[in-house]
Every structure is written in C-alpha cells, then in structure tokens.
C-alpha cells in the first residue's frame, strides 16, 4: 500500500524540505495550502501520517483530535516542536499524537522515527482498509494434479510467478482461477506485500471506477471522505481483476493508461499517484472474440495478455477427482460438523462419470450438500443429486397430479426446494436446448427465448454453460 504523508507548517522551506526528503517511491507527500485549517478536514482526509508544526495545534485542534481518537483510521500525528516541554508533551500524547520531535532532528532520523510510526500501525491500517490477507500456505504444489492435463498446465507456473509481467487467467466458470491468482502471488517476489482483488463485474460501473482508482473528498455526491482506490492498496504487491471481460470501454481505457505508465489519478483529484502493483486478470469469456465484436479494446487485451493461462476444466480432469474429493471432505467436515470418512465406490463412479459443468466450484457444492443429507459415515449415491448419481427421475413434462404418478423423490421435501429444483431442471434443459440450437450464438438464443443477451449470460453462468461447447 502507498504511504501517504501530509505536511502542516507555516514555514514554506520547511515544508519544502520535508516533501524533499520523505518523497520515495513508495510515499507520497503533500504539503497542504492552508496548514491553519488543517485540522478542519482531519477526518476527510486519506492519509498515514501528518507532520504538523506545535504552534498550529491549537486547543482547538487538540479537542478534534481527541474527539476522532474512536476512528481506527486517523491518521498518525506528530508534531514538530521548538522546544523540550515535559508537561506540553502529556498532553500532545494525551490528545491522541503519536509522537513529538524536535523541529531541528536530523533528516535521517526524522525518516526512520516516521517509519517506525507507520509500521506500528501498519497492521490495524490494513483492518481498515479491508486488504485481504494472504493465505501463507498457498502454493503451487497445494493443486492436486494427478492427470495430464493439469501436470502440463502447473509445469510452467513456477517460471510465469517469479516474474512481474501482466497475466491473463482464461477458464470456465468454476475452474478456480482466484486460487491461481493467489498462489501466483504467493509465488512470486511481491508475496510479502498485499494482494487485492475487485470483480469488475459486480460493481456499477460508476462504482467500479471509484473502486479501482479511488476520489477526492467531494469528487461526487455520497464522496464526504477521500478513499483510497486498489490500485494504491496493492502498491508494491499484487491486484487481481476478476471477470475483466465485463468492465466497460471508457474504464478499459483508463486500465490501459495505467498499466503502461504506471500512474493513477483519482477521480477528482489532480495529482497523478505513481503506484506499483502487477496486475493478474481473469475472464471466463473469449476475449479473442469480444474484440473483434468491438466489446473489448484490442490494445488493453495485449497488453494483459503478456502470458495467458487456461486452467484446464474439470472434465479434463477425471484422474483428479478422487484426491479432490478426499481433500475437501477433509476441509468441509469440522466445519459442517459431521464425521464423514469418503464416499462408496458407486458414487465415486457417478462423481468421476459426470461432466461438471460448473468445474470444482460444483464439485464443492454437491460434496456439501451431500455431506449434509448424509445419514451415516459414507457418501452414496443417494446423497448425490439426481443430475450426478444418473437417477433423474421423471421430466417435466410427466408430472402429474395423481398422487400415485408423482415422483417420491420430489414429494418428500418443502415446497419451495422441490419447485426450485423442477424449475432448475427445466431452465437448464431449455438454455441447453436452446443455444445447441443457435449454435451456441447467445444473441440468436436470447432472442429466441425472448431475453436480452445480458440476462442469458448470467443464466449460463448460473448454470455453468459455455457458448464454446454448443457450437458444431
């Protein structure tokens, strides 16, 4: 994360000298206009530390200070001072300064005692900030990869995160490509700095913007504060933009200024913030074709796709299932509370025969669900859905009122899970029909079924269809 320092003196060399020194790469200082004022925006302004003169710590000020002591992210105080007062010191420290030094401290000094301070409080700055912590145990060997497929893909991984490059993450939907993005960054040299992630596609975009590159207090109505974007709180580590594909044109454009000079500026502000993050993208769209129809820019897609990476779907990786499902047996028994030991052999056949559409993220879920219906100490395929185990039941069509005609199955749950469930077969039977119909060409299949192509997108990704798999 970037350190941000504001200087508060009325002596212009002063303040000069100190932008001088504490200007670095990973820093940025700014010497407010009206140093007088201060404190007045003390709790509008985003930033790590303030440097102030005493004779602008007024009775005042000290009372606004105490008063925003409750907020975790003040910002650090120290006051530069003239003179040694035991007393005046109390009560600078009292109020809620951090730390009171001689105005004429060596320059160096002065920079290891600001670090030392920022340090401190480096660990409650990053609560507040929400910067998700990096799992320590993330590594390439934590993938199971006992088929071919997956082998191939992890051989180059080592190499690829070692380096600083941009890289694009390409995969259907549930493959696990956060977790690669993580154990990229584990892997790489950045790993001791944060790792930030953003879904550009679950933001407005009026949000999203203000999300990457942060705004200035006032910069639009709701603004009452400045706000770091995560392109500052990755500084010097890692951001990763899931779901690239869905970010508009004009913030398209905006990623691409910044990635080749390495610059932000945040929305209202003037100031241009040099910023140090490798950026990772992923999509679970064909970006190929999304720029030729014009919904990608074409300069931002090389520019990301310096290496690109496709994890391999779950389908491709039948020789993989057995340990993965081992694995997150392991994982989700002591939370869901239950002692599962595995799973019989006829459901492992029936887990190992299914597509998976939805990749490993589905995978999870039916181990979840199954290890909640679970009624003794091994999954069967009874505890399986009917779309994994084979026993579909009757279609929709052969519902029927007569109490001896209608399936058990469904009769034996609550209303509103058997409905869920017979709409869920219904929906996903028609968007299958229907786009191995258009040829897997989502416009022509929206039209048809009488949706807009936004609105069929999300089905597909609800239900982990692939335009790439309906055309002939």
């Given amino acids: 994360m970037l350190l941000h320092i504001l200087t508060a003196t009325e002596e212009p060399e002063l303040s000069s000298r100190l932008c001088e020194f504490l200007t670095r790469k990973d820093t940025v200082v700014e010497s407010l206009r009206e140093p007088r004022?201060?404190?007045?925006?003390?709790?509008?302004?985003?930033?790590?530390?303030?440097?102030?003169?005493?004779?602008?710590?007024?009775?005042?000020?000290?009372?606004?200070?105490?008063d925003l002591r409750?907020?975790?992210?003040?910002?650090?105080?120290?006051?530069?001072?003239?003179?040694?007062?035991?007393?005046?010191?109390?009560?600078?420290?009292?109020?809620?300064?951090?730390?009171?030094?001689?105005?004429d401290i060596p320059f160096a000094k002065l920079g290891r005692a600001v670090r030392a301070i920022v340090e401190r409080r480096g660990k409650a700055a990053a609560n507040?900030?929400?910067?998700?912590?990096?799992?320590?145990?993330?590594?390439?060997?934590?993938?199971?990869?006992?088929?071919?497929?997956?082998?191939r893909f992890l051989k180059p991984l080592p190499r690829i995160a070692a380096s600083s490059s941009s890289i694009l993450i390409l995969g259907e939907t549930g493959v696990g490509k956060e977790r690669l993005a993580h154990v990229l960054h584990?892997?790489?040299?950045?790993?001791?700095?944060?790792?930030?992630?953003?879904?550009?596609?679950?933001?407005?975009?009026?949000?999203?913007?203000?999300?990457?590159?942060?705004?200035?207090?006032?910069?639009?109505?709701?603004?009452?504060?400045?706000?770091r974007g995560c392109f500052e709180l990755a500084h010097q580590g890692t951001l990763f933009l899931d779901e690239i594909g869905e970010m508009p044109l004009h913030l398209q454009s905006k990623l691409l200024?910044?990635?080749?000079?390495?610059?932000?500026?945040?929305?209202?502000?003037?100031?241009?913030?040099?910023?140090?993050?490798?950026?990772?993208?992923?999509?679970?769209?064909?970006?190929?074709?999304?720029?030729?129809?014009?919904?990608?820019?074409?300069?931002?897609?090389?520019?990301?796709n310096v290496v690109s990476l496709t994890m391999p779907p779950l389908r491709?990786?039948?020789?993989?299932?057995?340990?993965?499902?081992?694995?997150?047996?392991e994982?989700?028994?002591?939370?869901?509370?239950?002692?599962?030991?595995?799973?019989?052999?006829?459901?492992?056949?029936?887990?190992?025969?299914y597509s998976w559409p939805g990749n490993v993220r589905e995978l999870i879920n039916v181990l979840e669900r199954a290890m909640l219906l679970c009624e003794s100490d091994v999954i069967t395929t009874d505890d399986l859905p009917a779309a994994v185990s084979g026993h579909e039941g009757l279609p929709i069509r052969e519902l029927s009122v007569d109490p001896e005609v209608f399936p058990e199955e469904l009769a034996q749950k609550p209303l509103k899970e058997a409905r869920s469930e017979v709409l869920e077969q219904f929906e996903r039977g028609y968007l299958t029909r229907l786009l191995t119909a258009a040829n897997g060409r989502v416009g022509e299949a929206a039209n048809r079924a009488g949706i807009d192509s936004r609105t069929l997108f999300d089905k597909m990704k609800h239900y982990g269809l692939d335009k790439r798999n309906f055309k002939a």
């Fill in 316 to 329: 491709d990786r039948v020789g993989d299932i057995p340990d993965l499902i081992d694995s997150y047996v």
């Fill in 257 to 304: 200024r910044v990635l080749e000079n390495k610059e932000i500026r945040r929305i209202g502000g003037e100031k241009l913030i040099t910023v140090d993050a490798r950026v990772l993208a992923a999509t679970n769209r064909n970006l190929e074709e999304e720029v030729s129809d014009g919904q990608f820019r074409r300069d931002l897609y090389y520019r990301l």
């Fill in 128 to 151: 507040v900030v929400s910067i998700p912590q990096q799992q320590t145990y993330a590594q390439i060997t934590d993938f199971v990869a006992e088929s071919d497929a997956m082998r």
């Fill in 186 to 227: 584990a892997e790489s040299p950045r790993s001791d700095g944060p790792f930030v992630a953003v879904h550009c596609g679950a933001l407005p975009e009026s949000l999203l913007e203000s999300e990457l590159f942060g705004h200035e207090q006032g910069a639009f109505t709701g603004a009452t504060k400045a706000r």
């Fill in 37 to 66: 004022d201060f404190w007045k925006d003390l709790g509008q302004k985003t930033c790590d530390l303030i440097l102030v003169s005493r004779a602008l710590v007024t009775n005042q000020a000290l009372d606004r200070i105490q």
């Fill in 70 to 103: 409750t907020s975790s992210d003040i910002p650090a105080i120290v006051v530069l001072t003239e003179f040694e007062d035991e007393k005046d010191r109390a009560e600078l420290v009292a109020a809620g300064c951090e730390a009171i030094l001689k105005v």
């Fill in 331 to 353: 994982h989700l028994a002591p939370r869901i509370g239950c002692q599962i030991s595995g799973v019989s052999q006829d459901a492992l056949e029936a887990l190992c025969a």
